[in-house]
Structures are given as C-alpha cells and as structure tokens.
C-alpha cells in the first residue's frame, strides 16, 4: 500500500472558468508526467485523482475542473490549510530523445504542461497543441489552442510540417481514440493517459480494469497501477 502523505496548500488559485491550480507543500522527492496523486476529500472515503501538472523541491502541482462533492471540497481549502493525499501514483510517460508532439484536450492539458516542462529540460523539441470547449476554459501554455473545435482535425498538418516521432496525449477517451489512429495512420508511435473512475487507487479493487495486448494475448490491465499511460497499439478499445 503506497504511504499516505500530509501536504500543506501552498496555493490555489482560479485560471479558468470552474478549474483552479493547486499547489501542495510535501516530502515527496520525485514525481513524474501522466503519474497522480489522490485527494482525501472528506466526507468521501474515495480519494480523487488528479494529474500532475508541476513538481519542484517538494511542491505538487494539479490543476482541478469542479464536478461534484470531492472538487467542490478542494475548492473550499485555504493555504496552510492541511491536505491527505496518496503519491505520486502510478507510471508515467516514457520520455525519450524523440521529437515529440503532445496532444492535450480539456484539463488533460495538466500531465501536458509537465511533460513538455520535463522535455524542455532534456532539450527534447517538442510541440504542444490542445483544445477546450470554449475560451472562458482555456488554460494558458500551449504552441496551438483550439477553442471549440477538435484537436484532431489539426494533427495531420502539425504532423507534417513538424515531422514528430512520437505523440503523447491526456483527454477524454475518444480524443485519445481518435489520436491513437492518426498515430497509426502516420506509423508513430503514441503515450495515452486514460482515465476511468477509480475506487482503491493503487491496483487492489480491480474497478479500473482495460484490455490490452501483451506478449500477444488479451490481458487485463488496472490504469491507476499499470497505467495511466500505456502505449496506445497496447489499448484494446471497447
Ligand atoms: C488518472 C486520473 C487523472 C485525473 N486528472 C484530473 C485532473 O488533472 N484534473 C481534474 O480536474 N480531474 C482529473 N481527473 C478526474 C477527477 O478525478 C474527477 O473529476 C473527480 O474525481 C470528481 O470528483 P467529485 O467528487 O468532484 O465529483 P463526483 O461527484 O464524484 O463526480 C462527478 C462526475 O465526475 C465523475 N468522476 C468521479 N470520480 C471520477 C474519477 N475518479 N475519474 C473520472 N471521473 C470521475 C463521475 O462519474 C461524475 O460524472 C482525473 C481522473 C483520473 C482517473
Ligand atoms: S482503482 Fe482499484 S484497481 Fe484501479
């Protein structure tokens, strides 16, 4: 059982409509891009998982859209106000020293803006298009932003004019479905971070199955153990 941590609200504040940036002061000493951590959100006994969006001496970063109880509660806390979270959980994105082309939709831009951080960092060029229902929801720090239209429909023409060797996504599934084929269509090779309701957090419930391919078989897989990210030839979608 991953140890569960106390962290410290360092900051929150508003950077669209309904979403906020958190920053949480912890004793975690390494996290990385497409891993998570989990929010005790009391009274809820389910933790909430976010990705995170920004790591640095021990301070956590997410970005959080409200939907219901367990965000409405994030919102209410103050700083210096205490936080239970698990984490980081989960694996991340396999950076590497390939030209890389990220796709973000929606919130899923957070595990973005952290990977394109970590590919800065490496000197790894990179590309970072993503997309939001409307302008009052867009989040700051891509190359492109799509205000109410589909990511999708630009991807051909960054893929050819920025010849990337890899695609990383976060977003609803059928962005990541959608990517996943034009990764196939272009031959490249492609991280998703899926996303599903979580129960335990941490692979023990078995709530968060999928399929996928392994050592050619069908086999199940947890995403919040196993993943979120997998490669996406390896997603058996149903
Ligand atoms: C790996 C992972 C990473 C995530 N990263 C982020 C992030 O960076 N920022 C962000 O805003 N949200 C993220 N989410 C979704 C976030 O966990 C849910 O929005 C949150 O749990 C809703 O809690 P709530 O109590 O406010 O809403 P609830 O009242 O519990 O639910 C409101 C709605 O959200 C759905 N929901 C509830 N729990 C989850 C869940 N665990 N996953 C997906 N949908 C859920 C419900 O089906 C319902 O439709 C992530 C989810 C996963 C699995
Ligand atoms: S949430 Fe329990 S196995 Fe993934």
Redesign the pocket.
Known sequence: MKKIQKGIIKNIEKIALD?FALEISSSVLEAHSGQ?ISIL?PP?TLR????I?GFKDGVIE????????????IKSLKIGDSVDFMGPL?QGFKIQNKKSLLVGAG??I??MLFLKDELNKKGVENFLITGFKAQDEAIEGSDKTVIGGSVIDFLPEIIEKFKPEVIYSCGPEIVLKLVSKVAQDYNLEAQI??????ACQVGVCRG?VIKILKDGKVQNAT??HDG?VFDAKAVVWE
């Open positions: 979403t998570f959100c809820k909430r998982p976010f990705s969006k997410v970005f959080f859209k409200l939907k219901g109880e367990g965000t409405n509660y989960g919130i899923g957070a595990p971070a899926m996303e599903k309701v979580f968060c995403i919040c979120p």
